[in-house]
């Protein structure tokens, strides 16, 4: 029996799972640093307090207990020894005949990592109920002060990045100040909410075509969004950004400007991209290890194409699909068949009744782009129970102008404090 082993639960890790699953003569291991499949392109939306994190989450365990020849571990892969078919993870080492390496990427933040302190991305639940917290602390902490100076930093969002996550964040602060927060705080004016996405290209959504990119930019100002392009931001601190000459004073500052993938190639010694993904063959394994694939945002693939496939969702879900078939092909004496990505396009959502679909030389603008958006996005939720409940909160959001549940929950959760600290606090 061939022993499979998965690294990684996202569209990658799954789709090939699911290829591999109730298959004789196969076994899977698949491992994952969290015990839950995450829907990463409506993260945005659980930071908005637009969905609750169980709306965009399954349990691995779940989605794959129809599958008998799956075991799942939660746990970390430390490294890989290739020569010796071994995985050596944190809680031992595991033997495998092939290896699926699906581990996804993190924020780059450029040779600054200090600032992630002061400027959180958005990858992990974590870092979206992070996020929500920061955000509604700075209209609580507006809605207290009677410094002017003050409440107009704790009013000011500052986005780092101006693709598809930078402008879905900026325009849902802007639509959540203006239709929501402004029925409830009575000593601010949430619509004077001052929100900026700053942008090192020439313009915002890069990878989209130029008049889609404008008629976003358009939708954003509306908002109440300033786009500030060019901008190379020089300085992230507790109380805003420098951006060269130039600084914005703000309580609130999100990163969406750049992703690097996890470590593990180098580790492995395997050849990396600049942005550390392992360059994969057509059949998505790595030269001279065909045992060993590499699937989603940590593949950099550039066969019969332009440039290398970018780190979405549909890549990721082709690939694992390819990487599980490949498998089985060999499994059966087969020869293997290289990996071909069939163009699903892309799509962002700027607000309410405001996306922009491209489809190949398709591209469309406003409401009914937006309504695309969102069916895109129901289908693609892992299970019935989330398509259901996800469609009834957009339902009611829609019509009433409201957002979830805006709980603050703070990172302190324990009502006795760390002793020590405290004698130490009252010895000084």
């Not at 092909?329 to 700027?350: C, H, L, S, W």
């Amino acid at each position: 029996m061939k022993h499979v082993v998965i690294v990684g639960g996202g569209f990658a890790g799954i789709n090939a799972a699911k290829e591999l699953g109730n298959r004789r003569d196969i076994r899977i291991t698949l491992i994952d640093r969290k015990n839950y499949h995450l829907f990463q392109p409506l993260l945005y939306q659980v930071a908005m307090s637009a969905l609750g994190a169980g709306d965009v989450a399954e349990p691995l365990r779940n989605m794959l207990s129809k599958y008998k020849n799956i075991t799942v571990f939660k746990g970390s892969v430390e490294n890989v020894d290739m020569e010796k078919k071994i995985l050596l993870t944190d809680f031992g080492e595991i033997s495998y005949d092939y290896l699926i390496l699906a581990c996804g990427v993190k924020h780059h933040y450029f040779g600054h990592d200090e600032w992630e302190e002061h400027a959180p991305g958005l990858k992990i639940i974590a870092q979206a109920t992070e996020i929500r917290r920061r955000i509604m602390e700075a209209y609580e902490a507006a809605e207290r002060t009677v410094d002017p100076v003050e409440r107009k930093k704790l009013l000011t969002f500052v986005v780092v990045g101006g693709g598809p996550t930078g402008v879905e964040l900026a325009g849902s602060i802007g639509e959540m100040s203006r239709f929501t927060l402004s029925k409830y705080y009575k000593h601010i004016d949430p619509k004077l909410t001052r929100i900026f996405i700053v942008e090192a290209a020439p313009r915002i959504l890069g990878s989209f075509s130029p008049k889609l990119a404008s008629k976003a930019t358009r939708a954003l100002e509306q908002l109440g969004v300033q786009v500030w392009t060019n901008s190379m931001v020089t300085d992230v601190d507790t109380n805003g950004v420098q951006i060269g000459n130039e600084r914005i004073e703000a309580a609130t500052v999100l990163w969406a400007a750049g992703v690097r993938a996890i470590e593990i190639g180098g580790k492995m010694g395997v050849e990396t991209d600049r942005s550390g993904r392992i360059v994969v063959e057509e059949d998505l394994s790595i030269s001279g290890y065909p045992e060993v694939f590499v699937g989603g945002d940590q593949a950099h693939f550039a066969h019969h194409t332009d440039d290398p496939l970018p780190g979405m969702a549909p890549v990721a879900s082709q690939q694992g699909r390819t990487i599980g078939k490949n498998i089985l092909n060999e499994v059966k004496g087969r020869t293997r068949k290289p990996f071909r990505y069939k163009d699903k396009g892309q799509m962002a959502t700027i607000g309410r009744n405001k996306a922009i679909v491209e489809i190949g030389n398709f591209k469309f603008f406003g409401s009914f782009a937006w309504f695309t958006w969102l069916l895109v996005h129901i289908y693609y939720l892992t299970t019935f129970k989330h398509r259901v409940f996800v469609l009834l909160q957009w339902g009611w959001s829609y019509f009433t102008f409201g957002h979830g549940a805006r709980l603050i929950v703070n990172k302190e959760w324990r009502f006795y404090p760390d002793q020590k600290k405290v004698n130490v606090e009252e010895e000084s």
